[in-house]
Structure formats: structure tokens, C-alpha cells
């Protein structure tokens, strides 16, 4: 499926490079850097992109290039139609959907609504920010470790991905080359950073740059290589390219285990970010119910 523009009025157009962390407009900005990666990733070969004014969309039936929603912005009025409407797509061909809400989607109640519809909330999860003018660096690191941009994403063939896992399944595959698809696109916004240990990749971030802040994904360790401070420096180096390239502001939404590693760094929480799950097998259910 090739990508098809819906509406063309902007949801989050906020392009200026914010300075100031403190700034109210970085609370936009996690949720606006998360719609922002989600256009990105609607341009993605076999992704059927929905802009419609008040929600961003993905749909696609190949695995690892799943449905997406982001940058809700319903009325009252408007929202158990528009959230019907989005599902009832997704439950004609079975595909299942990550709905993704922050402190910027509408309307307030809109988690209460969702759970109505048959998702379920995966994750609540601190979105957290920093001045890249800030952060702390004096940290250790393994010895010989090292850390590059990656450019070549063949390596995957051979070891595992620190955030997919290994390429044995098609998901898996098309997730790993839809990173670096993404990270292949010019004007280029997206890095992929890993670090490795004798060769082997043992950690991972990706620095994405929208809605004026540097958004950090996929940030992973593999277990054996945990502990050692190797999180840490692949973050700092995905942060540190950001800066280079003029950004102040890093945003993130992290994990329960991540947390306390970002906060050594200097991030801190600025709002909370949920993500919805709509299942395919909640919709066999469903329907085998005659719903």
C-alpha cells in the first residue's frame, strides 16, 4: 500500500528548536515529537498513512509495520465516532493498533473512551526531558567498547538486534529495515546508534529530531552487557550527536528499568504518556461473539 495523504491541516507543527527544558512548549513536544515519528514512519514502503487534522494513522497488513495512532485531538463530540471509526478499519482486516495518548490529546477522558472501545493500557510512563547542555558525561564505560552511527544494517544478519531481537521471524526483519529505511531518508532526522563489544552489537539508541526536540527511541541493552554502563553511553552519544547538530532539548518516554538510568543523565519527568493496545485476538474474540 502506498502512503495516502488525508487532510492537510498540521497537528503539532512546531518546527522551531526549542532551548529552554523548562519551556511549557516541551510538554507539547513529547507528544509532538511522537506524531512527528509517526508521519516518518508512514512513509514506509507497505504503510497506509491517514493524516486527518485530528489524529495521525497508520495502517498496514505487513507484519512489523503495524497501526499506529498519534496526536489525537477529538472534541466531545466527536471522539467515540472518530476512535470507532479508526478501529473499525483496523477490525476489517484483523490488524492490531498501538494508540499512543499524552498530555496533549483530547478529549480529556480520552483513555476512559479507548478502554470502552476494547483497547487495553499497556503503559502509563513518565515523558521525560533534558537540556543537552546539562546532561552528565562522567560516566564509565567497558573498555573497547565502541559506538558509531550505523549505516550498515546487515550486521543483524549475524547478531541480534539489542532492541528487535534476532532476525528469525518476518516481523523482526521488517522492524530492523524499517529503522534503517528510516534512518536513510533525506532530509535526514533519524540515527541509529550502537554500540559494540568485539565486534558484536550489545546496545542501541535512535535520536529522532521533530516538533523541535531530539526524541530518543529504541534505546536497549542486551542482558549479558547490562550493568556496565554501556546504556549509558550509547545514550550519551545519540544526545551528544543532537547537540552537534544545534538541538538543546532531548525528550523520552521511559521505562520502568530505564528511568533511573535517565535521570543519572539529567532527565526528568515532564508529563505522563500512555500506550493503548487494540489485539488482533481481542478482535477474533469479538467477532466470533458476533460484536
Given at each position: 500500500m502506498s502512503a495516502s495523504l488525508g487532510n492537510a491541516k498540521v497537528v503539532f507543527s512546531m518546527t522551531?528548536?526549542?532551548t529552554d527544558a523548562s519551556s511549557p512548549d516541551t510538554v507539547a513536544s513529547v507528544e509532538g515529537n511522537v506524531v512527528a515519528w509517526t508521519r516518518l514512519?508512514?512513509?514506509l514502503p507497505g504503510v497506509e498513512m491517514h493524516d486527518d487534522g485530528d489524529a495521525v494513522w497508520l495502517f498496514s497488513t505487513t507484519p512489523g509495520r503495524g497501526g499506529a495512532v498519534a496526536g489525537a485531538r477529538f472534541t466531545e463530540q466527536s471522539a467515540d465516532e472518530r476512535i470507532a471509526e479508526i478501529l473499525a478499519y483496523h477490525r476489517r482486516f484483523l490488524q492490531p493498533t498501538l494508540w499512543w495518548t499524552g498530555p496533549s490529546s483530547t478529549p480529556a477522558d480520552l483513555g476512559k473512551?479507548?478502554?470502552a472501545a476494547g483497547l487495553q493500557s499497556q503503559q502509563n510512563l513518565p515523558g521525560m526531558a533534558a537540556d543537552l547542555d546539562a546532561i552528565r558525561t562522567e560516566f564509565r564505560r567497558p573498555e573497547g567498547l565502541a559506538i558509531a552511527v550505523l549505516e550498515d544494517f546487515s550486521i543483524f544478519r549475524r547478531y541480534e538486534h539489542p532492541f528487535f531481537g534476532p532476525a528469525t521471524t518476518e516481523r523482526r526483519r521488517?522492524?530492523?529495515?524499517g529503522v534503517a529505511w528510516m534512518a536513510g531518508q533525506e532530509p535526514r532526522r533519524a540515527w541509529h546508534f550502537v554500540a559494540?563489544?568485539?565486534g558484536a552489537p550489545v546496545a542501541c539508541a535512535t535520536v529522532f529530531l521533530g516538533a523541535g526536540v531530539a526524541g530518543l527511541y529504541h534505546v536497549a541493552t542486551v542482558p549479558k552487557a547490562r550493568g556496565k554502563g554501556v546504556g549509558k553511553a550509547v545514550t550519551l552519544a545519540a544526545l551528544e550527536h543532537a547537540r552537534g547538530l544545534g538541538y538543546r532539548v532531548?525528550?523520552?518516554?521511559?521505562?520502568?528499568q530505564g528511568?533511573?538510568?535517565y535521570r543519572q543523565i539529567g532527565f526528568a519527568e515532564v508529563c505522563r504518556v500512555s500506550h493503548w493496545y487494540y489485539s488482533k485476538m481481542r478482535q477474533v474474540r469479538q467477532r466470533v461473539a458476533g460484536r
Open positions: 522551531t528548536i526549542l514512519k508512514g512513509l473512551r479507548l478502554r521488517n522492524l530492523i529495515e559494540s563489544l568485539g532531548s525528550i523520552l518516554h521511559a521505562s520502568k528511568e533511573p538510568i
